[in-house]
Nanobody, 126 residues
């Protein structure tokens, strides 16, 4: 019962920053943990970051730790991904997703997410 609409993707130079937003419709946004995934051409979808339902806990792929920050504003039904120090290898289509799972260990797999956004392209020039 959740629809996700992403925005904020675009072209940015290496070393720059970009903030992705994912606006959720529905009445139960706060009951879902939220994740960001990405998929580059020729590669499998990979986990980027996730945040607990309350926003109290965040989880990151090793490749983005220290550079990306996930956050959420439950009052606005929105999750964000702040991306700093962007590298060319960050180029991908980024997807937000929602999962009702209770266990944080399940946040890392896209198979555990029930709802997905349409994706937004992030291109980092080098």
């Amino acid at each position: 019962q959740v629809q996700l609409v992403e925005s904020g993707g675009g072209l940015v130079q290496a070393g720059g920053s970009l903030r992705l937003s994912c606006a959720a419709s529905g009445r139960s946004f706060s009951t879902y943990a939220m994740g960001w995934f990405r998929q580059a051409p020729g590669k499998e979808r990979e986990f980027v970051a996730a945040i607990s339902r309350s926003g109290g806990s965040a989880y990151y792929a090793d490749s983005v730790k220290g550079r990306f920050t996930i956050s959420r504003d439950n009052a606005k039904n929105t999750v964000y991904l702040q991306m700093n120090s962007l590298k060319s290898e960050d180029t991908a289509v980024y997807y937000c997703a929602a999962t009702p799972t209770y266990y944080s260990s399940r946040y890392y797999s896209g198979n555990n997410y029930d709802y997905w956004g349409q994706g937004t392209q992030v291109t980092v020039s080098s």
